[in-house]
């Protein structure tokens, strides 16, 4: 995955501008924008305690954007955190994402590993002008415990940036193996 989101980066973001992501948070969601000479903005997640549960700092959010913000990395169930985000939960950060003209990138690895009776709600699903700006990241590697495979997948709706990520993706994404199919 670190690999899509280094696809992104060059597709959507510029050296020197900016990634925005909630942690803490598996650490290639920080590290990736680093390793691409982009900045990698942190906001942390701050605990309600009567709830026994992190969420997400709203006015940290908020402060947090600047003109250089160009993308925002969303983990969708959240990893290490074990939050399975509410759909009014997912409408804000849609909104946010809206008002703030920024793509939401959603790695949804975990979707399938929820033990809880919470169910997982895709991103995209919002619709509307959220789901043209959400770029989905899926594989089957978390939930059949296959990395070695190599298989992951984007799911794109909105055809300008699924074709500006295909085009990025020439010559140095592999082919999907047979195991992997």
């Not at 759909?87 to 033990?115: M, N, P, Q, T």
């Not at 770029?135 to 984007?154: E, Q, R, W």
Request: aromatic share 8%; proline share 7%; hydrophobic share 40%.
């Amino acid at each position: 995955f670190q690999g899509a989101k280094r696809l992104l980066q060059a597709c959507f973001a510029q050296p020197g501008e900016e990634i925005l992501t909630l942690t803490p948070v598996y650490p290639p969601f920080m590290s990736a924008p680093k390793n691409s000479g982009r900045v990698s903005t942190q906001v942390p997640f701050r605990l309600d305690a009567a709830n026994r549960r992190w969420e997400i700092d709203w006015d940290s959010l908020e402060k947090a954007v600047t003109p250089k913000t160009k993308l925002f990395y969303l983990c969708n169930p959240h990893n290490p955190v074990a939050r399975v985000w509410r759909r009014d939960e997912l409408a804000k950060l849609g909104e946010f994402c809206v008002r703030h003209d920024l793509l939401l990138c959603s790695d949804e690895i975990h979707c399938d590993l929820i033990v809880d009776d919470l169910p997982h709600i895709p991103t995209a699903l919002l619709g509307g002008e959220v789901a043209k700006r959400t770029i989905t990241l899926m594989a089957p590697s978390k939930t059949y415990n296959v990395p070695g495979l190599g298989t992951s997948f984007a799911i794109i709706s909105d055809a300008k940036l699924r074709a500006m990520f295909v085009r990025a993706t020439a010559g140095i994404v592999a082919e999907v193996t047979c195991l992997g199919f």
